[in-house]
């Protein structure tokens, strides 16, 4: 059985088009029960400006707990804490 993460703060992953790593980030938040939005910054000029090469990112209501790379093993003990 997969653990579901139910984190204490809204998680938002910031993503570009065909980014294999926010692929991943994607999908290791999915096995792991995590709940999340996507955002695109590419059509945010805001978030593009501020987080641009640094991304996939993981906010937790808009602040930052992970940035690229994203390790999977990592995340059960992230979210654990929010």
Do not use: N, Q, W
């Not at 808009?62 to 979210?79: K, N, Q, R, T, Y």
């Amino acid at each position: 059985m997969v653990p579901r993460y139910v984190a204490s703060r809204r998680l938002t992953l910031l993503t570009r088009p065909d980014c294999h790593l926010c692929d991943e980030a994607a999908a290791a938040l999915t096995k792991i029960g995590a709940a999340f939005d996507e955002v695109e910054v590419d059509g945010e000029a805001e978030l593009l400006a501020r987080y641009g090469d640094r991304i996939p990112v993981i906010l937790a209501e808009g602040v930052e707990i992970a940035s690229a790379p994203i390790d999977p093993s990592s995340l059960p003990g992230i979210l654990a804490s929010l």
